[in-house]
Nanobody, 128 residues
Framework: QVQLVESGGQLVQAGDSLRLSCAAS????????MAWFRQAPGKEREFVAA????????TYAGSVKGRFSISRDNGKNTAYLEMNSLKPEDTAVYYC?????????????????????WGQGTQVTVSS
């Protein structure tokens, strides 16, 4: 089973950019669907973005589409979340998650219950 470690979270200003990384252990990284979720204080965890194992397919939450970009480097066992035009409402703990499958069913990638491995999270704070 893969293990995940996120990094890159920090305090930034509104309008800034930031890149999060998710380093995975194991030799079968390319077979995993990778996703980013986030959880703000007092709110439920919400889906941000997901990418298929091959990197050929991605999907995004409407609130970040056009501003955030998910990618992966299977040679480095790492997934990334590039965040641009950050807003104070993007403030949250960002979690990396992995699933051994990919389903094209609408909404599948956005359900946290479909992921069986999670990182510890990294804090992103956007000041106004």
């Amino acid at each position: 089973q893969v293990q995940l470690v996120e990094s890159g979270g920090q305090l930034v200003q509104a309008g800034d950019s930031l890149r999060l990384s998710c380093a995975a252990s194991g030799r079968t990284f390319s077979s995993y669907t990778m996703a980013w979720f986030r959880q703000a204080p007092g709110k439920e965890r919400e889906f941000v973005a997901a990418i298929r194992g091959s990197g050929s397919l991605t999907t995004y939450a409407g609130s970040v589409k056009g501003r955030f970009s998910i990618s992966r480097d299977n040679g480095k066992n790492t997934a990334y979340l590039e965040m641009n035009s950050l807003k104070p409402e993007d403030t949250a703990v960002y979690y990396c998650a992995a699933s051994g499958v990919w389903r094209s069913t609408a909404g599948w990638a956005g359900r946290s219950s479909n992921y069986d491995t999670w990182g510890q999270g990294t804090q992103v704070t956007v000041s106004s």
